[in-house]
T-cell receptor
Framework: AQKITQTQPGMFVQEKEAVTLDCTYD???????LFWYKQPSSGEMIFLIY??????QNATEGRYSLNFQKARKSANLVISASQLGDSAMYFCAMREGGGGATNKLIFGTGTLLAVQP | DTGVSQNPRHKITKRGQNVTFRCDPI?????LYWYRQTLGQGPEFLTY????????KSRLLSDRFSAERPKGSFSTLEIQRTEQGDSAMYLC????????????FGDGTRLSIL
């Protein structure tokens, strides 16, 4: 069964430092996508970054990059130069299947990141 | 792009009452999803629409739950005979076609059952 595992319930990071949030996944489908979302205390889910299973290069979006290790089934999020506004819950999610699939997302339990000044 | 809009933001009701939530997706998005999120957990998939067709329902969606998207635009999620366990945040998301397109979420409706 498809599953997302986030083993870090909470993390602290000093402002301006980099932090890595871990995510491992389990699927038997060769075609899948991995997403990271940020959920601040206000509740909205904000899309950060996407990695497709066939993408050759690791995805990057500004200060966010995804360390995709397909053989290990891991898709860790790296946030560089942390800012106070990065304090939030971070969710890793997986979409199984190609274009004809539902595209529903399966989420992990999240990692609460606290950025300290 | 005005974003996904959900109403109401909060709903408090007594056990046994019916409630209805509304979701207005991003206008050009043909796919619409409902998720439920309980405290300390990630969102869980409930149901999916492509245009007006409801193509998938989770086993979490008991017969007390019904969702519609009558004209392929806005969607409603109704819960009948609410129970304590229905207390959660109900999130709506939309996306265009394409497997690599991210889902864009609304702010959610927080349901509290007294």
């Amino acid at each position: 069964a498809q599953k997302i595992t986030q083993t870090q319930p909470g993390m602290f990071v000093q402002e301006k430092e980099a932090v890595t949030l871990d995510c491992t996944y389990d699927t038997s489908d060769p075609s899948y996508g991995l997403f990271w979302y940020k959920q601040p205390s206000s509740g909205e889910m904000i899309f950060l970054i996407y990695q497709g299973s066939y993408d050759q290069q690791n995805a990057t979006e500004g200060r966010y990059s995804l360390n995709f290790q397909k053989a290990r089934k891991s898709a860790n999020l790296v946030i560089s130069a942390s800012q106070l506004g990065d304090s939030a819950m971070y969710f890793c999610a997986m979409r199984e299947g190609g274009g004809g699939a539902t595209n529903k997302l399966i989420f992990g339990t999240g990692t609460l990141l606290a950025v300290q000044p | 792009d005005t974003g996904v809009s959900q109403n109401p933001r909060h709903k408090i009701t007594k056990r046994g009452q019916n409630v209805t939530f509304r979701c207005d997706p991003i206008s050009e998005h043909n796919r619409l999803y409902w998720y439920r999120q309980t405290l300390g957990q990630g969102p869980e998939f409930l149901t999916y629409f492509q245009n007006e067709a409801q193509l998938e329902k989770s086993r979490l969606l008991s017969d007390r739950f019904s969702a519609e998207r009558p004209k392929g635009s806005f969607s409603t999620l109704e819960i009948q005979r609410t129970e304590q366990g229905d207390s959660a945040m109900y999130l709506c998301a939309s996306s265009p076609g394409g497997s690599n397109q991210p889902q864009h979420f609304g702010d959610g409706t927080r349901l509290s059952i007294l």
